[in-house]
C-alpha cells in the first residue's frame, strides 16, 4: 500500500519543481461507455493516482504551492444516495479532506465558479494536455475566460508548462513502498504463467489459458489485467498484438502468453513462449534459444550507469547472428545489423519503462542522448522472433514460429533484480513445469 505519508511527498516534491506563482490542474479520467448505459472498468489517470490515490472519476486535483489557505484542493463528486445506491460509493468532499489528504475540496459541479478565480493571476499552469480531450476544451474557455476579462494584455495568465515531464521524471524512479507492489505484480503474473503452462494441453482453445491466467490474477487479489491478455497459439504468435484467443490449440504448435497483472495500481508484463504438448521441436527449440540467449544478453546491459540503448543493440546483435547460423538471413552480421535486415523478424523495441502504466512514463532520452540508468528504475526485457507464416524468403519449416520472452527488472545498486523470476523461462525447466 502507498501510505498517506507518501503521498504528500509526492506532491511536496512536485511543488518544489513548481515555479512561483503556479498552478498544477490534474484531472481523473473520464468513464468510457462501452454499451448504452454499461462502462467499460473504471481506470483512474495514474498522474492522479500517483498523487492521491482518489479512486473515483469526476475529479479534479490543484497544486497550489504557497497558498495560505492550504496548497491541495480537490474537487469530486458530491455525496448523492440515489446514485450511490445504482453506481456505488462515492467519497464526496468530505472524504477528500478526510481520507486523501485535501486541505479544500468542494462539488465538482461547482468547479466552472471556483477554479477561474483559482487560475487568475498565475504566471503558469502545469497541465498534461491531450489526454482528456474534453477537459482540455473546458480548461481552455476557463483560461480564456480571464484574460477575455482582464483585456488583451495576457497579463493575466502566463503560459502552459506541460506537467507529463515533471511527473514521468518523479514516476520514473521507484519507491521502496512501489516496488514491494511491483514485485507482488510480478509474482503473482509469474504464478499465473506456471499455472498456464500446467493446465496446458491440445485441443483446449486460446481463450482458456486466458481463463487460467485471469483466474489467478483474480484469486490473488490483482485487480486484474494491466493489459488485455494476449494468447496466441502457432502462427498467432506472429500477430504482435493479437487478443482474439479464440484458436484451438494444436498439438505440434507452441503458444505464446503475454499477460500481466495490476496489483494496486501497479502492472506487471510477462511473456512466455511454450509448446502446446510440452514438448519443443527442434526447429522451435533453435528459435526459442536465441530469444532466450537475446534477452540475457540484454539483461547483462542493464546496471546503473549503461546507457538504455546498450540492451537493444545486445539484442539485435544475437538475434542476427542467430539467424545467420540458421539461415534464415544470409550475409554479413555487421551490414545485416547496419541495414537492419532482423525487422523482418523482431519488430519492436526490447524493453520500455513498467510502473502505474504497463508502458510506463518517463523520458528515455536526455537531451537527444540515451539516458542511463539509475537504481529504482523498473524496466521490461523482452525481445522476439516472429516468422510470418508467408515469408517466402524463408524455408517453410520456420514458418509461423513465433517467440517472445518477456521479464521485468528493477534496476538496484549492483545491477538488476528480476521481478518475474518464478516463472521458468529455459526450455528444460518448462518442459519439466508441463510434464
Ligand atoms: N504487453 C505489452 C508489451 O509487452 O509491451
Ligand atoms: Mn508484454
Ligand atoms: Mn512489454
Excluded at 489485467?225 to 496466441?232: D, E, F, L, M, Q
Excluded at 513462449?273 to 526459442?288: D, E, H, L, R, S
Excluded at 545498486?413 to 518448462?430: C, F, H, M, S
Aim: net charge negative; charged share 25%; hydrophobic share 40%.
Amino acid at each position: 500500500m502507498i501510505s498517506n505519508r507518501e503521498y504528500v511527498a509526492r506532491r511536496r516534491d512536485l511543488m518544489a519543481m513548481m515555479e512561483d506563482n503556479s498552478i498544477a490542474v490534474i484531472a481523473a479520467a473520464p468513464e468510457r461507455v462501452r454499451s448504452k448505459n454499461t462502462l467499460y472498468p473504471f481506470k483512474q489517470s495514474t498522474n492522479l493516482s500517483y498523487l492521491c490515490g482518489f479512486p473515483e472519476p469526476d475529479a479534479v486535483l490543484l497544486l497550489i504551492p504557497n497558498r495560505q489557505q492550504g496548497e491541495f484542493v480537490f474537487f469530486c463528486r458530491d455525496k448523492d444516495p440515489l446514485r450511490e445506491t445504482w453506481d456505488g460509493y462515492r467519497q464526496g468532499p468530505n472524504g477528500a479532506v478526510h481520507n486523501f489528504g485535501a486541505d479544500d475540496a468542494f462539488p465538482i459541479d461547482d468547479i466552472d465558479d471556483i477554479l477561474p478565480g483559482l487560475l487568475e493571476g498565475k504566471n503558469r499552469v502545469y497541465y498534461s494536455i491531450g489526454k482528456d480531450k474534453k477537459f482540455d476544451r473546458q480548461l481552455i474557455t476557463w483560461v480564456d475566460d480571464i484574460r477575455d476579462k482582464k483585456g488583451s494584455d495576457g497579463q493575466s495568465l502566463g503560459e502552459f508548462i506541460d506537467l507529463e515531464h515533471l511527473l514521468g521524471e518523479m514516476r520514473l524512479i521507484k519507491s521502496a513502498a512501489e516496488i514491494k507492489l511491483l514485485r507482488k505484480a510480478g509474482d503473482i503474473s509469474a504464478r499465473a504463467h506456471c499455472r498456464a503452462m500446467q493446465k496446458c494441453r491440445p485441443g483446449l482453445d486460446e481463450f482458456h489459458l486466458q481463463a487460467e491466467i485471469e483466474h489467478e490474477f483474480m484469486i490473488s487479489a490483482a485487480t486484474g489485467p494491466a493489459y488485455t491478455s494476449i494468447v496466441g497459439g502457432g502462427k498467432n504468435a506472429c500477430i504482435l498484438h493479437y487478443i482474439e484467443n479464440r484458436t484451438k490449440l494444436r498439438s505440434g504448435d507452441l503458444v505464446l502468453i503475454d499477460a500481466g497483472c495490476e496489483y494496486q495500481n501497479y502492472a506487471a508484463d510477462i511473456t512466455r513462449t511454450f509448446p502446446v504438448n510440452g514438448k519443443f521441436t527442434a526447429c522451435q527449440a533453435a528459435i526459442y534459444d536465441i530469444v532466450l540467449a537475446a534477452q540475457a544478453a540484454a539483461m547483462q546491459k542493464i546496471a546503473p550507469g549503461l546507457a538504455y540503448d546498450l540492451a537493444n543493440r545486445a539484442a539485435m546483435g544475437v538475434i542476427t547472428q542467430g539467424l545467420v547460423d540458421l539461415g534464415i538471413l544470409n550475409g554479413d552480421v555487421d551490414e545485416l545489423i547496419a541495414q537492419g535486415a532482423y525487422r523482418d523478424f523482431y519488430m519492436h523495441n526490447v524493453s520500455h519503462w513498467l510502473g502505474m502504466d504497463v508502458h510506463d512514463v518517463g523520458d528515455y532520452k536526455i537531451d537527444n542522448r540515451w539516458r542511463v540508468y539509475e537504481p529504482g528504475m523498473v524496466l521490461t526485457v523482452e525481445p522476439g522472433i516472429y516468422i510470418a507464416p508467408n515469408n517466402g524468403n524463408v524455408d517453410e519449416k520456420w514458418h509461423g514460429i513465433g517467440v517472445r520472452i518477456e521479464d521485468d527488472l528493477l534496476v538496484t545498486k549492483n545491477g538488476y533484480e528480476i521481478l518475474t523470476d518464478a516463472v521458468p523461462r529455459e526450455r528444460q525447466q518448462i518442459e519439466q513445469l508441463m510434464a
